[in-house]
């Protein structure tokens, strides 16, 4: 859907940490794409390793396979408009 056309809203939140009372957030719209480079370079692999430092040796393994394969991409959402929201007790 992002693909015919690239103009992409998106809201990331803490709110799986931190429950529905307390919790912070980020919402804004963008312009999606798909990384047409090697995904496998050294940036999105270093990024792969720290997201996912405690994964097996096999998890990473079969990452790369699928990217491979083309049957996982990479993509990106390049922001063009941003807004934040925290909810909070009244003290914080």
């Known amino acids: ?5 690239p103009r992409v809203s998106f ?3 803490t709110s799986a940490t931190t429950g529905h009372y307390v919790w912070s957030s980020v ?3 963008g312009s ?8 496998l370079t050294e ?9 996912f430092a405690d ?3 096999w998890f990473l393994a079969n990452v790369e396979k699928l990217f491979a394969a083309g049957k996982m991409v990479a993509w990106r959402i390049t922001p063009t408009a ?11």
């Not at 999606?32 to 995904?39: A, D, K, L, R």
């Not at 940036?43 to 997201?51: E, G, P, T």
């Not at 941003?82 to 914080?92: D, F, H, M, S, Y």
């Open 55 to 57: 994964a097996p040796a």
């Open 27 to 29: 919402t804004g719209v």
């Open 32 to 39: 999606f794409e798909i990384v047409e480079e090697n995904p």
């Open 1 to 5: 859907m992002a693909q015919t056309n």
């Open 82 to 92: 941003l807004t934040g929201v925290k909810i909070a007790p009244p003290n914080e």
């Open 43 to 51: 940036k999105i692999s270093a990024l792969v390793n720290v997201r």
């Open 11 to 13: 809201q990331v939140d």
